[in-house]
Nanobody, 122 residues
Framework: QVQPVESGGGSVEAGGSLRLSCAASGYTDQYSVGWFRQALGKEREGVATIDRAGRVTYADSVKGRFTISKDNAERTLYLQMNSLKPEDTAMYYC?????????????????WGQGTQVTVSS
């Protein structure tokens, strides 16, 4: 069983950058992994995922600004966030699962971290 633990959130001004990390005990390269976020009063949305074949999927709203990557040896997932906007403010969650091509569908990821808050001020 995978247990993700996120870190790296914080407060930043618009245009700034943050790098989120997710340490996932129990993780192997047989898992798809990804980042999701949920803003206050809104539904959870997929941000970026890497599936078991290494294919990367980004939400349109973050393409060109966010980069997802992983270090299998360290069992760590990253999300580099550049050119942050106030609308990126949300709780960010790391997730993992064995679904082969999960895309950005959160229900395909059974293992979730507790989240890390990202706040972007204008």
């Amino acid at each position: 069983q995978v247990q993700p633990v996120e870190s790296g959130g914080g407060s930043v001004e618009a245009g700034g950058s943050l790098r989120l990390s997710c340490a996932a005990s129990g993780y192997t390269d047989q898992y798809s992994v990804g980042w999701f976020r949920q803003a206050l009063g809104k539904e959870r949305e997929g941000v970026a995922t890497i599936d078991r074949a290494g294919r990367v999927t980004y939400a349109d709203s973050v393409k060109g600004r966010f980069t997802i990557s992983k270090d299998n040896a360290e069992r760590t997932l990253y999300l580099q966030m550049n050119s942050l906007k106030p609308e990126d403010t949300a709780m960010y969650y790391c997730a993992a699962g064995r679904y082969y091509e999960p895309g950005l569908i959160g229900d395909r990821f059974p293992y979730w971290g507790q989240g890390t808050q990202v706040t972007v001020s204008s």
